[in-house]
């Protein structure tokens, strides 16, 4: 049966022309931008669409607020109620085009309510899921990283309240131990689902250029209160990332707990650390952005970005390599069906 036309109404005149103006102007609107860039990994680049192509569209997350909060709405499972726009039919009319826009001219996307019906509608439907269920992910990922921030910041302060109440203790052996090292600015510029343990480590070389196991120093289970037997020169490796990691020294260490810098070369003599040795476990650390940027395995490494810090402070807390191995061993007591790359990889749990 055909639809009766509607009669008009004499006192909403002015308001029908508004509401046909208003739809042809949807009429004429294409499907959003970041459909048809997306599309083009898989017509031009000939390959299927992985969920990092959505993330040139979704880099505007970390400035919009609003978005944020709708985001947050559906990842707690709340509905949203949107203010519907005037329209002439009042939104009694199912077939009026107001029911089905949306800010980008096309519908939310529902199963329920699919508006676009072109020879793709499929597919754009299915990039769009694709698209939302990324929007959620970087959200919670941006969780993520706000959280080891503060992680990172508590750490931080943690040693400069302990620079600022400094006093001139002896130094117990650096030989055989290893910091873990904090820097909130790094992770504001290098955060990701597999963000790594920052650590540095400091051991002896023998008269061969050999780890030196043999010397009492350099066990880890050495006695601590032992005082001023470090007397020979030390070596250290820094760990920031896998693309950004290098050995240092030689260098002869501070036998008591000072403010005053030790700069140390790395080994091919590209950069520079500036350590301050703290006592009571702790050290800070000062090295350049091109180290903290330095990619290993690239012939033309890129340039640090202009927003990081000339120079990246790190601080370090001494890592109990005992008792950090007794707890590893009572979880994997309690876990005993763990994976084979957690157990074994480099990147597993049980190495850090």
């Given at each position: 049966?055909?639809?009766?036309?509607?009669?008009?109404?004499?006192?909403?005149?002015?308001?029908?022309?508004?509401?046909?103006?208003?739809?042809?102007?949807?009429?004429?609107?294409?499907?959003?931008?970041?459909?048809?860039?997306?599309?083009?990994?898989?017509?031009?680049?000939?390959?299927?669409?992985?969920?990092?192509?959505?993330?040139?569209?979704?880099?505007?997350?970390?400035?919009?607020?609003?978005?944020?909060?709708?985001?947050?709405?559906?990842?707690?499972?709340?509905?949203?109620?949107?203010?519907?726009?005037?329209?002439?039919?009042?939104?009694?009319?199912?077939?009026?085009?107001?029911?089905?826009?949306?800010?980008?001219?096309?519908?939310?996307?529902?199963?329920?309510?699919?508006?676009?019906?072109?020879?793709?509608?499929?597919?754009?439907?299915?990039?769009?899921?694709?698209?939302?269920?990324?929007?959620?992910?970087?959200?919670?990922?941006?969780?993520?990283?706000?959280?080891?921030?503060?992680?990172?910041?508590?750490?931080?302060?943690?040693?400069?309240?302990?620079?600022?109440?400094?006093?001139?203790?002896?130094?117990?052996?650096?030989?055989?131990?290893?910091?873990?090292?904090?820097?909130?600015?790094?992770?504001?510029?290098?955060?990701?689902?597999?963000?790594?343990?920052?650590?540095?480590?400091?051991?002896?070389?023998?008269?061969?250029?050999?780890?030196?196991?043999?010397?009492?120093?350099?066990?880890?289970?050495?006695?601590?209160?032992?005082?001023?037997?470090?007397?020979?020169?030390?070596?250290?490796?820094?760990?920031?990332?896998?693309?950004?990691?290098?050995?240092?020294?030689?260098?002869?260490?501070?036998k008591r707990a000072s403010r005053k810098a030790v700069k140390v070369r790395s080994c091919d003599g590209t950069y520079e650390l500036s350590f301050k040795?703290?006592?009571?476990?702790?050290?800070?650390?000062s090295v350049s952005r091109e180290m903290v940027f330095m990619s290993r395995y690239s012939a033309s490494p890129p340039a640090p970005p202009p927003t990081?810090?000339?120079?990246?402070?790190?601080?370090?807390?001494?890592?109990?390599?005992?008792?950090?191995?007794?707890?590893?061993?009572?979880?994997?007591?309690?876990?005993?069906?763990?994976?084979?790359?957690?157990?074994?990889?480099?990147?597993?749990?049980?190495?850090?």
């Amino acid at each position: 049966m055909r639809k009766p036309s509607k009669r008009a109404d004499p006192l909403r005149t002015e308001a029908s022309r508004v509401g046909k103006s208003r739809r042809a102007q949807r009429d004429s609107r294409s499907l959003p931008s970041w459909y048809y860039r997306v599309l083009a990994f898989s017509y031009k680049g000939d390959r299927e669409v992985v969920p990092c192509d959505f993330d040139e569209d979704l880099s505007e997350l970390e400035d919009d607020k609003e978005q944020e909060r709708d985001d947050v709405k559906q990842l707690n499972g709340e509905e949203e109620q949107e203010e519907e726009e005037d329209c002439e039919c009042d939104g009694d009319d199912s077939e009026c085009s107001c029911q089905f826009e949306d800010d980008n001219g096309v519908d939310d996307g529902s199963e329920s309510d699919r508006s676009y019906d072109g020879s793709d509608a499929d597919y754009y439907y299915e990039l769009k899921e694709e698209r939302e269920e990324r929007k959620l992910e970087k959200l919670q990922q941006r969780r993520e990283k706000e959280r080891e921030r503060e992680r990172e910041r508590i750490k931080e302060e943690e040693v400069c309240a302990a620079y600022r109440s400094l006093k001139g203790v002896p130094i117990d052996s650096l030989a055989g131990q290893e910091f873990k090292l904090f820097c909130s600015d790094h992770v504001d510029h290098f955060y990701s689902d597999l963000y790594p343990t920052k650590r540095v480590s400091f051991y002896r070389l023998d008269d061969e250029g050999n780890l030196r196991l043999d010397d009492e120093d350099n066990d880890p289970r050495q006695d601590k209160t032992k005082l001023g037997s470090e007397t020979d020169m030390l070596y250290g490796d820094i760990y920031l990332g896998a693309d950004a990691n290098c050995g240092f020294g030689p260098f002869r260490p501070p036998k008591r707990a000072s403010r005053k810098a030790v700069k140390v070369r790395s080994c091919d003599g590209t950069y520079e650390l500036s350590f301050k040795f703290l006592g009571n476990g702790f050290l800070k650390l000062s090295v350049s952005r091109e180290m903290v940027f330095m990619s290993r395995y690239s012939a033309s490494p890129p340039a640090p970005p202009p927003t990081a810090p000339a120079v990246f402070e790190f601080v370090g807390i001494w890592r109990d390599l005992e008792k950090e191995e007794a707890e590893r061993q009572e979880t994997r007591d309690r876990s005993p069906r763990e994976t084979w790359f957690e157990m074994n990889h480099p990147m597993g749990s049980w190495n850090y």
